[in-house]
């Protein structure tokens, strides 16, 4: 599914991030950027230990926040490491921390002058946050930013799944 959001195309796909060939892609990783499972095994895995290498430099992401490295071997040139609120019930303030995490993504792209990111669906595995809210307050969130900022070609959110991806396209209709 696709929208156009102002100079923006907002494309919803299922895949495998690691092999988008968008000018970056992000990361869902945690605060001590030191890889994990899920996304962000994929990523490092792929992309090989040049990553490794510049997250250890850097050392440490606060949730909501994000940190740009090398692509490595990833046909992204970059990637933007964010890390996702873990879900305790959605009263600690997971929606502003999660929606945080995309539009300080689409801030670091922009400010590279990249002209297009692809995005997980962050927090949504080992992090516990439900797929339908998480789909709404992340498409909110870029939708809000693409409406301000007119340098991104392209957005895309590549989800794991035929189910995370008709969450995220039925979202996406109640927002247009
Ligand atoms: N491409 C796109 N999406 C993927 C891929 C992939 N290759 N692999 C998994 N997903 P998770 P989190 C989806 O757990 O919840 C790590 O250990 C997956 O189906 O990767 O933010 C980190 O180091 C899910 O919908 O990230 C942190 O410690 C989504 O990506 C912690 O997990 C996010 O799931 C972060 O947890």
Not at 16 to 45: F, M, P, Q, S, W
Not at 121 to 131: D, F, L, R
Not at 141 to 148: N, R
Request: net charge neutral; aromatic share 6%.
């Amino acid at each position: 599914m696709e929208a156009v959001i102002n100079k923006t195309r907002l494309a919803l796909v299922e895949g495998d991030i690691t092999r988008e060939e968008t000018d970056a892609i992000a990361n869902a990783a945690n605060e001590g950027l030191r890889g994990g499972g899920g996304v962000d095994g994929a990523i490092h895995r792929a992309g090989g230990p040049a990553i490794m290498a510049e997250c250890r430099k850097i050392g440490y992401c606060p949730t909501g926040q994000a940190v740009v490295t090398t692509g490595g071997n990833l046909k992204a040139k970059y990637v933007i490491h964010t890390v996702g609120p873990v879900y305790r019930g959605g009263t600690r303030g997971e929606e502003k921390l999660l929606a945080s995490c995309y539009t300080e993504c689409l801030k670091q792209a922009v400010a590279r002058e990249l002209k297009s990111i692809a995005f997980p669906s962050i927090s949504t595995g080992v992090y516990g946050y439900p797929m339908d809210e998480a789909a709404r307050v992340s498409l909110k969130a870029t939708i809000g930013f693409l409406k301000e900022n007119e340098t991104l070609e392209t957005v895309r959110f590549v989800l794991f799944g035929k189910a995370a991806l008709e969450v995220y396209e039925q979202e996406l209709r109640k927002l247009l």
